[in-house]
């Protein structure tokens, strides 16, 4: 998951968006490819599936996205839901 260190400290919960390896036929909007992200395989943002977890479910961080690459998921999400 890939997640943003944005949150409601009180609520205990983080927004989070699914990334696979797996190549996506899918193109933006729904999906974005990571580029430079220290991933060990190259990897796509879902980011149509969006989620809210707990803190506790969030393991440890293993990269980070740009601020461009945050950017370009908002601009996503934005589309998909119409904003």
Do not use: C, Y
Request: no cysteine; glycine share 8%; hydrophobic share 40%.
């Amino acid at each position: 998951m890939l997640s943003h260190d944005v949150f409601n400290e009180r609520s205990g919960t983080v927004i989070a968006l699914a990334i696979t390896s797996q190549a996506q036929r899918a193109g933006f909007p729904l999906t974005l490819e990571l580029e430079s992200t220290g991933l060990p395989k190259r990897s796509w943002v879902k980011i149509s599936q969006i989620r809210t977890l707990s803190t506790e479910r969030i393991g440890k961080k293993i990269s980070r996205v740009s601020p461009e690459q945050l950017t370009h998921i908002i601009q996503g999400l934005n589309e998909i839901i119409g904003a």
